[in-house]
């Protein structure tokens, strides 16, 4: 750390931070451009202080997902990243080398197959939070590495796991925007659990018309 009594600016950025102005109506200099932005995520933050929200509802979803799941009794591990074999998805691993072993080994397109390991080891319920890489094409939405949730629990079915799921979005809602009900894209959304099911077949008949039953 370095304790600074004064400083001198001895010569200004060559490049400054982009200054938004508006004339005429028409907007100049704006940070807009998606591609600028996620590469220079650092300037993003400075230039559109809002992008700190998303950061900070990022990090109270994770912490409430794990406090909820504790709540529960259920323990949060971390498995193997670098797999002798790929498993758990389909899609194309990332390969690397291990120098000492003299193999290749692969970085996990999916935490699945070890979760299920713990479980058949005789753990009731056990969850990870962390980093799945798929060597795939990519966008904004579509990141070669990305952060995946998931969470195993011994005895139970899908019915079970909707009724959890959501109680776990109910929960998030909460404590992230203190209210259940959201508008999203202009449109307003619900998550007080119970939500509405229906069954695949029943949402094409309902928003297409069309019985794919036949009957």
């Known amino acids: 750390s370095v304790h600074c009594k004064r400083f001198t600016v001895l010569s200004k950025s060559i490049r400054p931070l982009p200054v938004v102005k508006e004339k005429d109506g028409k907007t100049f200099d704006a940070f807009t451009d998606p591609e600028i932005r996620y590469r220079q995520r650092y300037l993003d933050l400075i230039v559109n202080p809002q992008v700190k929200e998303v950061f900070a509802k990022r990090a109270k979803i994770i912490s409430t997902m794990r406090e909820f799941f504790n709540s529960k009794g259920y323990i949060e591990v971390e498995t193997p990243i670098l797999q002798p074999i790929p498993g ?3 899609a194309r691993p990332f390969i690397t080398h291990h120098n000492s072993l ?3 080994l692969y970085l996990r397109i999916a935490t699945e197959p070890y979760l299920k390991k713990l479980i058949v080891g005789g753990f009731n319920g056990v969850y990870e939070l962390g980093k799945n890489f798929r060597n795939e094409g990519m966008d ?6 990305f952060t995946c949730m998931e969470i195993y629990v011994a005895y139970k079915d ?4 909707m009724e959890f799921t959501e109680q776990l979005l109910e929960r998030i809602s909460m ?3 203190g209210t259940t009900e959201l508008e999203i894209d ?6 007080k659990a119970p939500f509405r099911r ?7 008949r ?7 039953t036949g009957q």
Request: glycine share 8%; proline share 3%; aromatic share 10%.
């Open 88 to 90: 758990g998805a389909s």
């Open 102 to 104: 003299d193999i290749d």
């Open 140 to 145: 904004r939405t579509h990141n070669p590495e």
């Open 158 to 161: 899908y019915r079970w796991m």
């Open 175 to 177: 404590e992230v925007n």
């Open 186 to 191: 202009g449109r307003k959304i619900s998550f």
């Open 198 to 204: 229906l069954t695949m077949t029943d949402a094409i």
């Open 206 to 212: 309902e928003k297409t018309g069309y019985d794919i």
